[in-house]
Structures are given as C-alpha cells and as structure tokens.
T-cell receptor, first 110, second 113 residues
Framework: GEDVEQSLFLSVREGDSSVINCTYTDSSSTYLYWYKQEPGAGLQLLTYIFSNMDMKQDQRLTVLLNKKDKHLSLRIADTQTGDSAIYFCAQGGGSYIPTFGRGTSLIVHP | NAGVMQNPRHLVRRRGQEARLRCSPMKGHSHVYWYRQLPEEGLKFMVYLQKENIIDESGMPKERFSAEFPKEGPSILRIQQVVRGDSAAYFC???????????FGSGTRLTVV
C-alpha cells in the first residue's frame, strides 16, 4: 500500500472548520508536513510538526499527531473560499526522502 | 531571495523527442529533489541530488530518464524519446539540508502529443 494515505475529497461550508486526516507508515519520520497546492501551482509548505510533538497551532491551523496510531490531522478553523486547494500530507526527515500522500481536495462552498 | 525556479512552465513535445526540464534551487540550497505528479495522483519521488552527485534515484524509471546537478548551473531532468505516458507535472524541490525545509518550484507541465 501507499506510505502515506489520505482521503481524496472534503467538502465544507464557508466558516466551518475543516479537518483533513492522514496516516503514515514510517515511525522513524522526524518531521511530518502539510503542503497546499492551488490549481496550476507548486506546493506551498503550510506547516510541519516534529515527531516528538503532539500538537502545533499556527493561527487558523492546528496540527495533531498521534504517533501510536501514526495519524496526522490538519484542522483549518473558519474555513474560507481561498482555502480551497489540494492538501498534501508528507513524512520525512532524517535519512528519508519525503514521501507524499495523494492529496485531499478541499472544496469550500458558501 | 528568489524561490525555486523551474522552466519552462509548460513544455509540449512530440512522441520520440527529448524533454529537458530545468530547476534552479533557492540560494544556499544544495539538495534537490525531483517529483512527478500524474493527473489525480500524488507526488511520486524520482531522484535526489546534491551538487555533482546523485544520492538516491530509486524512483527514476530505468530507461530514458536521467538527472544531473552540475557544480555550476541548474539541475536538469532529461527525458529521452518521450511517450504519452510521460505527460505529467514535474516538480523540483530544494533544501538547505535533508532534514527540513523543502521548498517547491511551480513545476513544469509536460504534454506529449
């Protein structure tokens, strides 16, 4: 199976919170990342979390890491239409090449 | 400080031609990674290079694909005798070290006709 798995689609209403989930396989990963890709563009690093942390908050973004279950989530508070994009979870760091999930398409509707 | 620069943004090639994709990493970054994104798929690692060295090419197809990162100049991903299945977006990322800070370029979208 894939090293990093994500659901493919998420649809939310503007103003609601979005939660994008990811599971990964490599327990030795030092860093876990969330990237955002807008149509026709490259990937923009949104946030990351060290593997020795459980939570990281950055303005509207909250990352939760459950190392036991190898589960990572990204919560976007007060989701806006400008948040519509594909969100990629990635594992990496140390001696490992960053590996990416297939991405979750977030659709924000009024 | 310019970001990772990839060119061209769009490239159209006929089957059998060669495609050359260029990537200039961020200033101070000596690690370069190439990824391929097929339609509706995630990013697949292709190759990891440091200046003048290929560190890991486990994701590169065995034939027709090659990559280099010379001492001077950009990293080049070269695809010989392109086929329709090579049509994809190719992204380059760079980092100052291999642990953190991968910055991506905007990608080159290759279309093989």
């Amino acid at each position: 199976g894939e090293d990093v798995e994500q659901s493919l689609f998420l649809s939310v209403r503007e103003g609601d919170s979005s939660v994008i989930n990811c599971t990964y396989t490599d327990s030795s990963s030092t860093y876990l990342y969330w990237y955002k890709q807008e149509p026709g563009a490259g990937l923009q690093l949104l946030t990351y979390i060290f593997s020795n942390m459980d939570m990281k908050q950055d303005q509207r973004l909250t990352v939760l890491l459950n190392k036991k279950d190898k589960h990572l989530s990204l919560r976007i508070a007060d989701t806006q239409t400008g948040d519509s994009a594909i969100y990629f979870c990635a594992q990496g760091g140390g001696s490992y090449i960053p590996t990416f999930g297939r991405g979750t398409s977030l659709i924000v509707h009024p | 400080n310019a970001g990772v620069m990839q060119n061209p943004r769009h490239l159209v090639r006929r089957r059998g031609q060669e495609a050359r994709l260029r990537c200039s990493p961020m200033k101070g970054h000596s690690h370069v990674y190439w990824y391929r994104q097929l339609p509706e798929e995630g990013l697949k690692f292709m190759v990891y290079l440091q200046k003048e060295n290929i560190i890991d090419e486990s994701g590169m197809p065995k034939e027709r694909f090659s990559a280099e990162f010379p001492k001077e100049g950009p990293s080049i991903l070269r695809i010989q005798q392109v086929v329709r299945g090579d049509s994809a977006a190719y992204f380059c990322a760079s980092s100052v070290d291999r642990n953190y800070g991968y910055t991506f370029g905007s990608g080159t979208r290759l279309t093989v006709v």
